[in-house]
């Protein structure tokens, strides 16, 4: 069992940055690959990016590709999502997951895990 916990969320005008962290429980933390996704209101839930067990690997959406980044440390079973120049329509429930296979997976029912979100509003 893992168990996932995110915070960070917040409101932030267009422009501005925010920094997810997701903390984990259990002792196997670097075997899991880690993901992040997003759900909007009335849309379905979206893969962001996602980091392989090790921390080697990444993939990233394009829309966010040069403005997100996403990192481990392995030793804190932590998961981080650093959001750069964040635009209204990253306005979302973020939600970080954890999946066995120990890649960066960008398919949801891949993932075992879930947190249970944290809100992130960009204002324009």
Same mark, same amino acid.
């Given at each position: 069992?893992?168990?996932?916990?995110?915070?960070?969320?917040?409101?932030?005008?267009?422009?501005?940055?925010? !920094?997810?962290? $997701?903390? #984990?429980?259990?002792?196997?933390?670097? !075997?899991?690959?880690?993901? *992040?996704? +997003?759900?909007?209101?009335?849309?379905?839930?979206?893969?962001?990016?996602?980091?392989?067990?090790?921390?080697?690997?990444?993939?990233?959406?394009?829309?966010?590709?040069?403005?997100?980044?996403?990192? +481990?440390? =392995?030793?804190? =079973?932590?998961?981080?999502?650093?959001?750069?120049?964040?635009?209204?329509?990253?306005?979302?429930?973020?939600? $970080? #997951?954890?999946?066995?296979?120990? *890649?960066?997976? +960008?398919? +949801?029912?891949?993932?075992?895990? *879930?947190?249970?979100?944290?809100?992130?509003?960009?204002?324009?």
């Amino acid at each position: 069992q893992v168990q996932l916990v995110e915070s960070g969320g917040g409101l932030v005008q267009a422009g501005g940055s925010l !920094r997810l962290s $997701c903390a #984990a429980s259990g002792r196997t933390f670097s !075997r899991y690959g880690m993901g *992040w996704f +997003r759900q909007a209101p009335g849309k379905e839930r979206e893969f962001v990016t996602a980091i392989t067990g090790s921390g080697s690997g990444t993939d990233y959406r394009d829309s966010v590709k040069g403005r997100f980044t996403v990192s +481990r440390d =392995n030793p804190k =079973n932590t998961v981080y999502l650093q959001m750069n120049s964040l635009k209204p329509e990253d306005t979302a429930v973020y939600y $970080c #997951a954890a999946t066995y296979t120990g *890649w960066a997976v +960008r398919t +949801r029912t891949r993932y075992e895990y *879930w947190g249970q979100g944290t809100q992130v509003t960009v204002s324009s």
